[in-house]
């Protein structure tokens, strides 16, 4: 399939076609997937040297990564039940591991792009918002924390006040000004990613759906019309593949997120509105975030269908939160409105493991994924090299296997969202 239509779509950069697999072919390690977790893991085994072979089912960045918000954040999903299960055992160390850990994807980005000159509209800050009074001491609470790892000139605590400055909104109670989180066209980073390890040898493959794979001492992916065989599998699949049901299923549920932009806004307009061209998202569970792109549309994401159903009009669903947020753009028209497809995991810690001896799969980043692919791109590689430190630690969490999912379909999780949610509407 092609790349649906969507703001990244009309903007992309590089319109590079990678061929279809035809035959068979032998590699180090085979890769199920081309979206971030699969080519920024392309990048880096390729740097170290090995051969690699990438299959994706459609076009390079089909999936969330050419769908998403662009907004790279400096948390992982899953925080908090990473910190609850190590802490137990590693207390201040499993806190100090969890927050270097938090921002290694942003350093990998940053010298990705400048290594391989990867245009993708880069900028840098980020205000995460206090949607309610009562989360503004959680908020105080994270900014000491960030000092005190010495983030004093990169975080920094805005009033209600100075945040009413910087948006044009009188939606919220304060927020987090983030200097160090980065905001990004996320597309265009997937394909320059995907060129740098084509550039440094990687088979790079499209319209090569895998249909199977095979574990143990001689590793196989199948496809239509070949066969790669290979040392080790990386399945990065996400959402999108259904592949391993037996070791996966009932472990991440897909959820459809809305995604929409706004016609370019005149400057005086989209500075009005966002003074300090900041990605802005707030404190709810089902959140509201937007940013401004590089011709200046605004980007609107929000509302999440948990069902695992489509969503039929995201433009309806989405306009009146936009409108309510910046009454300013009641008359701006809405230019591409789209969705996708994120993997959502019950405690929200990545799916990372290995199952059959050599298969490693890293899934399920619950919405926060471009940091996120890119720091376990790392770990796996890592784990695939010989290094299990970071693999084992994730590989060790425990998660809640929910049964009967191929006939209860999302129904948990849309049970426990709408419980979420149902608790935010009491408290407002
Ligand atoms: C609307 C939306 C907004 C989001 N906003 C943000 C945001 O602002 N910030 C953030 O950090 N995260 C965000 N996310 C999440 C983020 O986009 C994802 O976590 C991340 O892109 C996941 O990357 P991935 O490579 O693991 O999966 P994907 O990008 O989904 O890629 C998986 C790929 O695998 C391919 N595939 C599947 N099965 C097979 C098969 N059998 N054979 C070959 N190929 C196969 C698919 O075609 C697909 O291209 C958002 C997600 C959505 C949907």
Not at 78 to 95: C, F, I, V, Y
């Amino acid at each position: 399939m092609q790349r649906i239509d969507n703001y990244y779509t009309a903007t992309v950069n590089d319109t590079t076609h990678y061929p279809a697999l035809e035959g068979d072919l032998s590699v180090d390690i085979a890769i199920v997937g081309g979206g971030l977790t699969g080519v920024a893991t392309a990048v880096e085994l390729a740097e170290r040297g090995f051969s690699v072979a990438l299959c994706e089912a459609n076009r390079i960045g089909w999936g969330a990564s050419g769908r998403n918000g662009g907004q790279v954040t400096g948390s992982l999903s899953g925080e908090q039940a990473m910190l609850k299960q190590l802490g137990k055992t590693h207390g201040k160390a499993a806190e100090d591991f969890v927050w270097h850990l938090r921002w290694e994807g942003h350093d990998i980005i940053r010298e990705r792009i400048a290594r391989y000159d990867i245009k993708c509209d880069l900028k840098t800050g980020h205000l995460h918002t206090a949607w309610r009074e009562p989360d503004v001491q959680d908020f105080l609470e994270t900014v000491e924390i960030a000092h005190s790892y010495g983030m004093e000139d990169d975080v920094s605590w805005e009033t209600t006040e100075s945040v009413h400055e910087m948006l044009d909104t009188t939606l919220y109670h304060g927020g987090i000004y983030n200097k160090r989180n980065l905001h990004l066209h996320s597309l265009n980073l997937c394909l320059g990613e995907a060129r740098a390890a084509a550039s440094l040898g990687a088979h790079v493959f499209e319209q090569t759906q895998v249909l199977d794979i095979k574990g143990g001492r001689n590793p196989q992916l199948k496809t239509a019309n070949g066969i790669i065989s290979a040392r080790k599998i990386v399945l990065a699949g996400n959402a999108y593949h259904r592949l391993a049901r037996k070791q996966l299923n009932g472990y991440l549920f897909p959820a459809i997120l809305g995604n929409m932009t706004t016609e370019p806004l005149s400057d005086e307009l989209a500075k009005q509105i966002n003074q300090h061209d900041v990605a802005v998202y707030d404190s709810r569970m089902v959140l509201d975030y937007y940013r401004l792109t590089a011709d200046k549309r605004l980007m609107f994401g929000g509302g999440t269908n948990y069902s695992g159903r489509d969503i039929d009009n995201v433009a309806a669903e989405l306009k009146p939160s936009l409108v309510n947020t910046f009454p300013a753009l009641k008359d701006v028209k809405i230019s591409h409105a789209w969705t996708g497809t994120a993997g959502i995991v019950m405690n929200r810690i990545p799916l990372v493991g290995k199952f059959d001896r050599n298969v490693y799969y890293a899934q399920g980043y619950s919405g926060h994924g471009i940091a996120t692919s890119h720091i376990m791109g790392e770990v796996l590689a890592e784990a695939l090299t010989g290094t299990l430190e970071k693999f084992d630690v994730f590989a060790g969490f425990d998660h809640h296997r929910v049964p009967g999912t191929q006939w209860l379909g999302n129904g948990m999780l849309a049970l426990g969202m709408w419980y979420y949610q149902f608790k935010e509407k009491l408290a407002d």
